[in-house]
């Protein structure tokens, strides 16, 4: 089946650093990737979505100038956190998908800022 | 507001036993229901997905029964195993949206030996 890799699986750092998690599509082209949040023992939130080669579209509420979305290959998409605080801390997913495909999603990033 | 409300929160199972979960949703634009499992610390895995041109979609123990007209869909895991205890999503989502999709809540299935 679709495999999406999310890397890294696991990241800890500082208040007011700057974390980027990588999503790749490893046998298949995603025309649009999507970038989730989830809180513990809740849903999924969706941030965003990312055609390629065009800006990310945010969900309300979503800060587009501190979740920063970068998709500019079939295969991969970027999700920077920047000035991350610790209620960024979060487990964050991502998704690819092919038109109206099913989405494949990857395994999470757990993000811990101290 | 939440377009697919997913009942219920939790659910306790005996092996050998019949889990189901039931998912309602609103916009009739809703074209593709898909069901996913997540395990702890991993993202879901679509588990069976039906379109609303059909009724009921089976896939080994996994059952999904979909009512058009009520707007609500079930899945239906027969002979549930421990190895079967994880959170399920349900999700719907229409092609006029982008094809985000939009997930219930959650259950959590506990499966006892």
């Known amino acids: 089946g679709a495999v999406v890799s999310q890397h890294p699986s696991w990241v800890i750092c500082k208040s007011g650093t700057s974390v980027k998690i990588e999503c790749r599509s490893l046998?298949?082209?995603?025309?649009?990737m999507f970038w989730y949040r989830q809180f513990p023992k809740q849903s999924l939130m969706l941030m965003a979505t990312?055609?390629?080669?065009?800006?990310?579209?945010?969900e309300q509420g979503v800060e587009k100038d501190k979740f920063l979305i970068n998709h500019a290959s079939l295969t991969l998409s970027t999700l920077t956190v920047t000035s991350a605080h610790p209620e960024d801390s979060s487990f964050y997913i991502c998704s690819a998908s092919t038109g109206s495909q099913p989405q494949h999603f990857g395994d999470g990033t757990r993000l811990s800022i101290l | 507001q939440q377009q697919v409300k997913q009942s219920p929160q939790s659910l306790i199972v005996q092996k050998g036993g019949i889990s189901i979960i039931n998912c309602a949703y609103e916009?009739?634009?809703?074209?593709?229901f898909p069901w996913y499992q997540q395990f702890p610390g991993k993202g879901p895995a679509l588990l069976i997905a039906i379109r609303p041109d059909v009724s009921e979609k089976k896939e080994g123990r996994f059952t999904i029964s979909f009512n058009k007209s009520a707007k609500q869909f079930s899945l239906h895991i027969m002979d549930s195993q421990p190895g079967d205890s994880a959170t399920y999503f349900c999700?719907?989502?229409?092609?006029?949206?982008?094809?985000?999709?939009?997930f219930g809540k959650g259950t959590s299935l506990l499966v006892t030996p």
């Open positions: 999700a719907a989502r229409g092609s006029n949206s982008g094809y985000a999709l939009n």
């Open positions: 046998d298949f082209q995603a025309t649009t």
């Open positions: 916009n009739t634009a809703f074209d593709y």
């Open positions: 990312s055609n390629e080669g065009s800006k990310a579209t945010y």
